[in-house]
């Protein structure tokens, strides 16, 4: 399975993107799929995860401002970003696991196997 990101760029504060990754090569063997982010200097951290069946979990800095969407007959996963804050800056990683991600490691990029390249966000006026 490949993962293929894409929708980022450079928008002010306040804007909104929305983030596509395309699942290729027996993507309908993939359960979850999440969203990460990667400051420069920083941690990879966890955005959204999409487990299967509708169960969707956000990190506490994004949620109420992403939303996360799985489009199983199209194979991708999207993410609304909406009232984007320049601590959003960041290059967004969509990543895949085979089997569904048990809760208490949906937040964990270890948990994951397959990743794609990275789109970069910037949010700055």
């Known amino acids: 399975v490949q993962l293929q990101a894409s929708g980022g760029g450079l928008v002010q504060p306040g804007g909104s993107l929305r983030l596509s990754c395309a699942a290729s090569?027996?993507?309908?063997?993939?359960?979850?799929m999440a969203w990460f982010r990667q400051a420069p200097g920083k941690d990879r951290q966890f955005v959204a995860v999409?487990?299967?069946?509708?169960?969707?979990i956000y990190s506490d800095s994004v949620k109420g401002r992403f939303t996360i969407s799985r489009d199983n007959a199209a194979n991708t996963l999207d993410l609304q970003m909406n009232s984007l804050k320049p601590e959003d800056t960041a290059v967004y990683y969509c990543?895949?696991?085979?089997?569904?991600?048990?809760?208490?490691?949906?937040?964990?990029?270890?948990?994951?196997?397959?990743w794609g390249q990275g789109t970069l966000v910037t949010v700055s006026s």
């Open positions: 990543a895949a696991k085979k089997n569904r991600v048990i809760l208490s490691a949906a937040r964990t990029p270890e948990s994951y196997e397959i």
């Open positions: 090569g027996g993507s309908g063997s993939v359960t979850s």
């Open positions: 999409y487990r299967s069946m509708g169960s969707v």
